[in-house]
């Protein structure tokens, strides 16, 4: 992982302030200022998959400005994220907001390119359509992966006004597709109303457990990492994490709000909890910046990622 190289960490906050300086995720180097790279960080500007509010084109721009004040060192996993692999950042696919067929085919080419040497990506939406690509190039090079969807909605609808690639129907698509290991994959922190009873059945057709929102209560955080890591064993793993999987007193910033989720201290404990799981992609997605405030979501969102580039590294070198 980078050890032989002395890898290129974050601008130093000590020289630069954090106010100042490039906007790259946590002010770490652009993909063309290094040689080779372990983990990237890319954004993928894309929301014309979304069912109520838009705007989370503007995510990706909002989680690198929400992560300007991460530090080099992680207590919460005992590691260095960034010097323990070379992280950059990607910058953002472009896509075409017109034609949504089209974009997730641009999505899954970028993604593809990215990752082509063996590198992990950690993709910035975007809505939740963008879930399905990523999906497709991880499993191009992995084969089919046990997702952990972390999310109040479980996003396996089948189409959405006869249309079959929105942000509520990545997951149908990835089943249908075979790009997911059966009996493996778990939503956690679903919750709220459901247009038919029927899309639970649905859904578990499709090889799903559900982790309740509800859960949390009774099973508290650590419990909730058991049940996935129990899940998922020593599978290759995507874990996709829409932000509307917090309350929206967390994570106002998002385009379905659903009442009655997690904290986000629960989410980063949950995420904490699967250290050593064997993650080859991961998004972070649903961040809509016109209805944040004071950067709660943003924060939140590039705390996430955070927590994901760490998983990633592993234990201090
Ligand atoms: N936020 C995501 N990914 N999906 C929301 C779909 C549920 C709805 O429109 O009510
Ligand atoms: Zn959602
Ligand atoms: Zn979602």
Not at 134 to 146: I, K
Not at 192 to 197: A, H, K, V
């Amino acid at each position: 992982m980078g050890r032989d190289h002395t890898n290129i960490g974050q601008l130093n906050a000590l020289e630069i302030p954090r106010y100042a300086g490039p906007a790259t995720f946590a002010r770490l180097p652009r993909r063309d200022e290094v040689e080779r790279f372990d983990v990237a960080v890319v954004g993928v500007p894309f929301d014309s998959g979304v069912t109520y509010r838009p705007g989370a084109r503007f995510g990706p721009a909002a989680v690198r400005q929400g992560s300007r004040l991460l530090k080099p060192y992680n207590p919460a996993q005992d590691v260095m994220p960034f010097a323990a692999q070379q992280v950059v950042d990607a910058g953002d696919i472009a896509c075409n907001p017109f034609d949504i067929g089209a974009a997730v085919v641009q999505v899954e080419a970028g993604l593809r390119e990215l990752t082509a040497d063996g590198g992990r990506a950690v993709t910035i939406g975007g809505d939740h359509t963008i879930a399905l690509p990523a999906l497709r190039a991880a499993t191009a090079m992995h084969g089919p992966v046990a997702l952990v969807h972390f999310d109040a909605h479980l996003d396996t609808w089948d189409t959405y006004f006869g249309e079959p690639y929105t942000h509520g129907t990545p997951f149908r698509r990835a089943a249908e597709e075979g790009l997911l290991m059966r009996d493996a994959s778990a939503h956690v922190g679903i919750r709220g109303s459901l247009y038919d009873p029927r899309d639970l059945d649905d859904d578990a057709r499709f090889g799903f457990t559900i982790v309740h929102c509800a859960e949390m209560d009774v099973i508290g955080p650590h419990g909730v990492a058991e049940r996935v890591r129990a899940r998922v064993q020593d599978a290759p793993v995507y874990l996709s994490i829409d932000i509307d999987v917090l309350d929206p007193a967390f994570a106002p910033g998002t385009g379905t709000p659903e009442s009655g989720g997690m904290s986000s201290r629960e989410l980063l404990s949950v995420l904490r909890g699967l250290s050593g799981l064997n993650i080859v992609g991961a998004d972070v997605v649903e961040v809509a910046p016109a209805y944040d405030h004071a950067e709660i979501t943003s924060v939140a969102a590039a705390t996430v990622a955070y927590e994901l580039v760490s998983l990633l590294a592993g234990k201090r070198p």
